[in-house]
């Protein structure tokens, strides 16, 4: 089932968004309970939680999409790699296919 976010986030089909929400709601959770721990002040707490949600959702957000796009990266580089080995395997191109001295006179 989707989830939206504020209405219009649909967090379900975007990549790292549930994520990004959650771990920043877990870090705004424990800096602002552990501000109001040690110093009893509520509305710096609030401040504090708040900041710690944004900060730590919006360093996870560019993380995981950091990552995301290397991964992207790295399928783009292996898929055209085995179209080539498909493409080239067998000819005379294939540069697994090492060709001896022997070879090359004989052609």
Not at 32 to 37: A, Q, R, S
Not at 61 to 90: D, H, P, S, T, V
Request: charged share 25%; glycine share 10%; net charge positive.
């Amino acid at each position: 089932q989707s989830f939206k976010l504020f209405g219009f986030l649909d967090v379900k089909n975007i990549p790292c968004a549930r994520e990004s929400v959650l771990y920043g709601s877990l870090g705004a959770l424990v800096m602002g309970l552990g501000h109001f721990l040690a110093t009893s002040r509520v509305k710096r707490s609030c401040d504090i939680a708040v900041g710690s949600y944004i900060c730590t959702m919006l360093g996870y957000w560019f993380y995981c999409r950091y990552n995301l796009a290397q991964q992207r990266i790295r399928q783009r580089m292996l898929k055209e790699g085995m179209k080539n080995r498909i493409l080239f395997e067998g000819s005379y191109l294939d540069p697994e296919k090492k060709q001896t001295g022997s070879e090359r006179s004989d052609s």
